[in-house]
C-alpha cells in the first residue's frame, strides 16, 4: 500500500486528491495547521479514513516530524496563502506560507524521505502580465502580485531541489479550476453563491470588481488527477494543466444568473474595493505536453461547472434558510424571502 502527505488537505484540491488517492487504495495522511476553530467542512465525510498530522509550512520541525509519522511515497504540497487579493495586505505572510514555507516542505523531504515524489502546486499566476497567449511551459513569468511572485520563488525552488539533488520533483503549472468547495472569496464562487441568495431572496446585489478579466476555468475534481499522473511518470517534469478555453468575468455572470433565469444586469454594483492593484488581464493555457505525455484530459466544460456550482450553492442556502426559519432567525413575513421559500 503506497502512502501520501497532503499539505493542504483542509483545502478545495486537498479533498477532491485525498478522495481521488484513496480510491487508488492509498493510505492518506493530511497536514493540518492548528486553528481554535478547525474547519473540516470539506473532508468531513473521508476524516475516518484518514491521519491528520498537526503542522504549519512555517514550522520546519512540525514537517519533520509530518514527513517521519507518514514515511510517504509521494508528497502533494498543496497548502498555501492561495488569495491573491489577500497577498497585496499580506505580503510578507504570504511570502513566508507560499514561497519559503514550500522550500520548508522541499527541505524536511530532503533531510528524511529523499526517494518520495514531490509535487508543488504551481500556479498561472506566475505568468501573470500578458507576454504570449496561449500560456505554456515554456512561456516567461511575468507575476502581477505578491501571491505570484511567491509561486514563481517556490516553482523555481522545486526545480533546483530536481536538478541539485536529484529529486523526483514536479511542478504543475495549474490555472484557475473550481468546484463546490472553492472558497467564497474566489470569483466563481462568489458569484455562484449570491446567484443561490438572491434567488432565494437573501441577498438583492453583488458588488464586483473587474468585469474584463479572462480566466482558463477548470474542474478541481479533474486537475488532481494530472497531479496524480505527474509522479507516475518515469522522470520528473513541470507540466500545465488548462483547458485551452478562456472566459470573461461578465462571461461567468450571464452563464450563472441567466441559470436561474435572471439578468445579471439587474444585480451587479461596481465596487472599488474589488478592483487590484495589478490585474492578470488574460488567462488561456496550452496544455498539449500533459493531455500527450500524461494522458490528462478534462472533463467538465465550463457551463457544466458552472451550474454544478449553482446547484450546490441552492442547496447549502435552502438548508441554511429552513434552519434559519425554524430557529425564528428569517422572518416568512418578508415577500422576497417567501417567494425565495416557496420556489
Ligand atoms: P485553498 O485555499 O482551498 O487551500 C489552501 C490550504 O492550505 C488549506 O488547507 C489551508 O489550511 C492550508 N494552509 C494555508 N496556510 C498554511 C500553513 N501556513 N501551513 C499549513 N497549511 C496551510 O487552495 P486550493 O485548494 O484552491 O489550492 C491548492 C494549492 O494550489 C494552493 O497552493 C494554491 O495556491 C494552488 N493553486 C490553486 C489553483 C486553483 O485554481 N485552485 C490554481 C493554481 C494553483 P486552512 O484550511 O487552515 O486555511
Ligand atoms: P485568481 O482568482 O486571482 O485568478 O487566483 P479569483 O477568483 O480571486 O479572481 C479571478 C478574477 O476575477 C476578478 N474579479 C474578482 N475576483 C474576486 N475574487 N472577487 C471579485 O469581486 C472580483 N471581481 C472581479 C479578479 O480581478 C481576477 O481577475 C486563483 C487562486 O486560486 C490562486 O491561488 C491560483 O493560483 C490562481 O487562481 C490560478
Known sequence: MKSALITGITGQDGSYLAEFLLEKGYRVFGLRRRTSTPNYTNIEHILDRIQIIDGDLSDLSSLIRAVQLANP?????????SYVETSWSQPLLTSEFTAVGTTNMLEAVRLIKPSARFYQASSSEMFGKVVETPQKESTPFYPRSPYGV???????????????FNMYACSGILFNH???RRGIEFVTRKVTNAVARIKLGLQTELRMGNLEARRDWGFAGDYVQAMWLML????PDD?????GETHSVRELLEVAFSYVG?????YVVNDERFHRPAEVDLLLGECAKACER???ERKVGFVQLIQMMVDSDLRLNRTKMNDSIAEGK????NPLVAAGWSG
Request: charged fraction near 25%; proline fraction near 2%; avoid cysteine.
Open 232 to 235: 507516475q511518470q518515469e522522470t
Open 262 to 266: 435572471l439578468d445579471y444586469r439587474d
Open 330 to 333: 428569517l422572518e416568512l413575513s
Open 73 to 81: 511515497d509521494e508528497v502533494y504540497n498543496l497548502a498555501a496563502q
Open 294 to 296: 500524461l494522458g490528462w
Open 239 to 243: 507540466y500545465v494543466v488548462s483547458t
Open 150 to 164: 511567491s509561486k514563481v520563488y517556490a516553482h523555481w525552488m522545486t526545480v533546483n531541489y530536481r536538478e541539485s
Open 178 to 180: 473550481e468546484s463546490p
